[in-house]
């Protein structure tokens, strides 16, 4: 009975400890996508997504990079794009984008496992909406995507629907003018903790699970899963088993990350690791809502689809990787540190923390909790936008 208290009493604090080393780069996440979506209107968005052409997917890409890394959110606002006349592929490039090459996870993934693997992510990223639009291309037919779309003007509810329809974006004046302005400063506050509420979940889950398996399943186990004695055949079965182990995890978003750093100390591969952090998007939950959006056929179809794109996207960033010496020879990601000292992390996070306090005494202040409750309600397009209207009216 004690070894078990002692067993988990570790476990718990190297879920704390994961957490206190990523918190300042969640902050500083979060408070940029915040601004880049005060910024950015959904209007504007489906102007520029209404093809499949090579560019519009690498604006759609863009687009998707400078909003919420909440898969959830990311999903219902693929479908409330989908709905408004976007091209479904290049909706789903949005998609993939909104949790795989936001600032965030690169920062996250720098701090706890290092850049060669920010870079791998965000390569792999791009390509991997690549390989997507040519399994679209050749296997998409003419009648799957009308039978989306006519499933999903149902309005069938998800998750984070309200939080799909909200548009709090301001438009006169510059960038920057935005930005300071009161109204600016106002959607920034309530983009930010949205986003948080959004995702708190998904980041606990996250480290509760990596906490636990960095402290019961033994290497011997993780080197076993992964072939780890066979080099050139764990080359080619991590990116192939990471999505799955993503699968039957249910955590998604950057939540993780922590988890993807305690698979590469076990022994997955380089490509193995990128895959898994990409397979947030064909978790159970989520493959569940997009039977309700989009049907079970296109359920069955992006499955495949997006498994066979993170799967190849991650193989051949392995190999790219290796072949430029870009992998890391030493398996020592940094999953939670022995003690919490007043060092750089610890300096940041007393500041990021001062930044988050600011925007969230702003949200109480400005109508923020109202519009909290309504991120989990489907909503009309005229409700949200009225409603986030009124928002900006409120005073500075």
């Known amino acids: ?19 206190w080393e990523i918190l300042w780069p969640l902050i500083l996440g979060f408070g940029i996508s915040a601004i880049v979506q005060a910024v950015v ?41 989908f709905k408004k006349g976007a091209n479904f592929t290049a ?4 998609e993939l984008a909104s949790t795989n090459l936001v600032v965030e996870l690169g920062v996250i993934l720098v701090v706890l496992m290092g850049w060669r693997f920010a870079a791998a992510e965000f390569a792999g990223g791009v390509l991997m909406v690549g390989v997507l639009a040519i399994l679209f291309r050749r296997f998409l037919s003419n009648q799957l995507v009308p039978a989306a ?23 006169e004046g510059t960038v920057w003018q935005r930005i300071v302005s009161p109204k600016g400063r106002t959607a920034i506050s309530h983009y ?11 980041i606990a889950l996250g480290l509760l699970l990596a906490g636990a398996a960095a402290t019961w399943i033994s290497t011997s186990a993780w ?20 999505p799955l182990v993503s699968v039957v995890s249910f955590v998604c978003s950057v939540g993780n990350v922590p988890l ?4 590469w100390n076990g022994g997955i591969s380089f490509g193995g690791v990128i895959a898994f952090i990409y397979a947030d998007l064909i978790i159970i939950p989520i493959l569940n809502i997009y039977r309700k959006y989009y049907g079970k056929r296109m359920a069955a179809f992006l499955f495949v689809t997006f498994y066979a794109a993170m799967a190849v996207a991650a193989l051949v960033i392995e190999l790219v990787f290796q072949a430029l010496g870009l992998i890391p020879s030493e398996r020592n990601a940094q999953v939670a540190p022995t003690t919490i000292t007043f060092n750089y992390t610890t300096i940041l996070n007393i500041i990021f923390l001062g930044i988050a306090a600011v925007l969230i005494v702003r949200f109480l202040r400005t109508g923020g909790p109202a519009m909290l409750r309504m991120m989990d309600r489907p909503m009309a397009n005229s ?11 409120k005073p500075g």
Not at 151 to 171: F, N, P, R, V
Not at 260 to 263: D, M, P, Q, R, Y
Request: charged share 15%.
């Open 383 to 393: 409700a949200a936008h009225a409603h986030a209207g009124h928002h900006h009216r």
């Open 192 to 202: 930010f903790v949205m986003d948080w509420a959004s995702v708190w979940k998904d």
């Open 1 to 19: 009975m004690t070894n078990l208290i002692n067993a988990l009493g570790t476990s718990l604090w190297m879920s704390f400890a994961m957490f």
């Open 91 to 94: 909706a789903m490039a949005f």
């Open 149 to 171: 779309r006519a499933q999903a003007e149902k309005g069938i509810a998800g998750k984070m629907e309200g939080h799909a329809e909200m548009d709090m974006s301001l438009s």
């Open 223 to 242: 080197n076993g899963l992964f072939f780890s004695a066979h080099p050139v055949a764990a080359k080619i079965w991590g990116p192939f088993i990471g």
């Open 41 to 81: 209107s959904k209007k504007e968005m489906v102007k520029l997504m209404g093809d499949d052409r090579p560019k519009t997917l690498l604006v759609a890409c863009g687009l998707g990079a400078a909003s919420s890394s909440c898969s959830y959110a990311a999903v219902a606002i693929a479908r409330s794009l």
């Open 260 to 263: 993807a750093a305690v698979l």
